[in-house]
């Protein structure tokens, strides 16, 4: 308790005298509010100077502190840009910009944390329809990262982003929350997505003038005839 007095997370009077259980929820409440008032590292420098192993921060601080140290937290730009506007504003407007801003943030830290920050080719699925994408390297050139958009009848879209972070976000903030790992195998192995393909197959010739409209129409009727 004595580093987070001394980083001012908790005063002197909030220190319960004799009683272990409530000092570990005192300390777990003040490790989280330390977080997001940005001064946890402050504190982790002072914890790991402190004690020399992991079961002594658990017993002297609770396994909550545990759990905070094994989980890096990943910080939306959307929730740096709200947390820095909040200052600036009412408290009223600032608990209004932080309540919207809060369920992107939340996706945003699930998904980066499980994948250690490297959410590459991880399948994300919308919540009210079959719908998907996933953030990959772009192989055009166009910039850094790209997210790749499908559906059951194939890739209907992308766009590019010149960093990782970004992708994901953009991805998130589009509505594609629910992690699905293996959605792309799983959808591109039905006869359903084999059709689509042949399809964009066919109107991609005609966007390319390889084909007359006419031509395009009379092929894509034959593969549902």
Same mark, same amino acid.
């Given at each position: 308790?004595? =580093?987070?007095?001394?980083?001012?997370?908790?005063?002197?009077?909030?220190?319960?005298?004799?009683?272990? +259980?409530?000092?570990?929820? /005192?300390? !777990?409440?003040?490790?989280?509010?330390?977080?997001?008032? +940005?001064?946890?590292?402050?504190?982790?420098?002072?914890?790991?100077?402190?004690?020399? !192993? *992991?079961?002594? #921060?658990?017993?002297?601080?609770?396994?909550?502190?545990?759990?905070?140290?094994?989980?890096?937290?990943?910080?939306?730009?959307?929730?740096?840009?709200?947390?820095?506007? =909040?200052?600036?504003?009412?408290?009223?407007?600032?608990?209004?910009?932080?309540?919207?801003?809060?369920?992107?943030? #939340?996706?945003?830290?699930?998904?980066?944390?499980?994948?250690?920050?490297?959410?590459?080719?991880?399948?994300?699925?919308?919540?009210?329809?079959?719908?998907?994408?996933? /953030?990959?390297?772009?192989? =055009?050139?166009?910039?850094?990262?790209? #997210?790749?958009?499908?559906?059951?009848?194939?890739? /209907?879209?992308?766009?590019?982003?010149? =960093?990782?972070?970004?992708?994901?976000?953009?991805?998130?903030?589009? +509505?594609?929350?629910?992690?699905?790992?293996?959605?792309?195998?799983?959808?591109?192995?039905?006869?359903?997505?084999?059709?689509?393909?042949?399809?964009?197959?066919?109107?991609?010739?005609?966007?390319?003038?390889?084909?007359?409209?006419?031509?395009?129409?009379?092929?894509?009727?034959? *593969?549902?005839?």
């Amino acid at each position: 308790m004595r =580093s987070l007095v001394d980083s001012r997370a908790i005063t002197e009077a909030q220190v319960p005298a004799g009683d272990p +259980g409530k000092a570990s929820d /005192v300390a !777990t409440a003040a490790i989280v509010t330390m977080h997001r008032a +940005g001064l946890s590292a402050r504190f982790m420098r002072e914890l790991l100077n402190a004690v020399e !192993t *992991l079961g002594a #921060i658990a017993e002297v601080y609770g396994v909550g502190a545990l759990a905070f140290l094994s989980t890096r937290r990943y910080r939306s730009s959307s929730w740096e840009s709200v947390c820095a506007a =909040s200052a600036a504003v009412p408290a009223e407007f600032a608990r209004h910009l932080r309540d919207n801003a809060r369920p992107l943030q #939340i996706a945003y830290q699930r998904l980066m944390a499980l994948y250690d920050g490297q959410p590459v080719c991880i399948e994300c699925r919308m919540e009210d329809r079959e719908s998907w994408a996933f /953030v990959l390297p772009d192989a =055009s050139g166009a910039k850094s990262w790209r #997210i790749q958009q499908f559906d059951p009848d194939g890739f /209907v879209g992308h766009l590019c982003f010149d =960093s990782l972070d970004g992708a994901v976000e953009d991805m998130l903030q589009m +509505g594609y929350r629910v992690i699905d790992p293996g959605a792309l195998d799983r959808i591109g192995s039905t006869a359903r997505w084999a059709l689509g393909v042949r399809r964009a197959a066919i109107m991609q010739k005609h966007q390319q003038g390889l084909v007359t409209y006419r031509q395009m129409v009379e092929e894509l009727s034959a *593969l549902t005839t």
